[in-house]
């Protein structure tokens, strides 16, 4: 069973720039949240989505956004981009919510200039 | 809301012998505890969880126990090797439809063979 993927694994912006990062979850899964990771602030959660809805929002600005597809498959976009979204971005996927076993992908690197 | 803290952030030992990582949360409500090791250039992977209605659970070299009158959870490794070098971190959640994971801040865990 193939695991989570993320494209791209590593992105750089300039301020101000938008960017959109994809998810593919586990073959199967329903549920897909998102994750920021810092040095400073740790592991945040941004959103999770099931079935096309979002249903929980951590507390990030608006900038940072959503969707899931029918397919399951999850893009996150952040605009406007700031040198503070310099992270890693990690997608969890699992078959109903966020208590069943949650299984990362590799994340996304982006780097902000 | 929730807030998770996690101790100590660094932890060293001598291959062989046993490590505790301790976490304490705040809300009382919570009700599922994950606990991840995260490797360098790779995504967390889910080590062993437990819920509330439980005490403790073991599994193999690791055992994680739950205090609820106290509101702490502490992850225990056994006969550690040198593979079990990586960031640990816990989790706290309300198991709620959509809960979100809140995450302590990580326990970078160097065993010395």
């Known amino acids: 069973k193939a695991g989570v993927t993320q494209t791209p694994r590593y992105l750089i912006k300039t301020r101000g720039q938008q960017v959109t990062l994809s998810c593919s979850p586990i073959s199967g899964h329903r549920s897909v949240s998102w994750y920021q990771q810092t040095p400073g602030q740790g592991l945040q959660f941004l959103f999770e989505?099931?079935?096309?809805?979002?249903?929980n929002k951590g507390n990030f600005p608006g900038r940072f956004s959503g969707r899931q597809f029918s397919n399951s498959r999850s893009e996150m976009n952040v605009s406007t981009l700031e040198l503070g979204d310099s992270a890693l971005y990690l997608c969890?996927?699992?078959?109903?919510?966020?208590?069943?076993?949650?299984?990362f992908g590799p994340g996304t690197r982006l780097t902000v200039l | 809301g929730e807030n998770v803290e996690q101790h100590p952030s660094t932890l060293s030992v001598q291959e062989g012998d046993s490590a505790v990582i301790k976490c304490t949360y705040s809300?009382?409500?919570?009700?599922?505890f994950p606990w991840y090791k995260q490797e360098l250039g790779k995504g967390p992977q889910l080590i062993i969880d437990?819920?509330?209605?439980?005490g403790e659970k073991k599994d193999q070299r690791i055992a994680v126990t739950l205090n609820k009158t106290a509101k702490h959870f502490s992850l225990h490794i056994t006969e550690t090797q040198p593979e079990d070098s990586a960031v640990y971190f816990c989790?706290?959640?309300?198991?709620?439809?959509?809960?979100?994971?809140?995450f302590g801040q990580g326990t970078e865990l160097s065993v010395k063979p």
């Open positions: 437990i819920r509330s209605n439980v």
């Open positions: 989505y099931f079935s096309e809805t979002q249903r």
């Open positions: 989790a706290a959640t309300l198991y709620n439809q959509g809960g979100k994971l809140i």
């Open positions: 969890a996927s699992s078959s109903r919510d966020i208590t069943d076993t949650q299984y």
């Open positions: 809300d009382s409500a919570s009700n599922y």
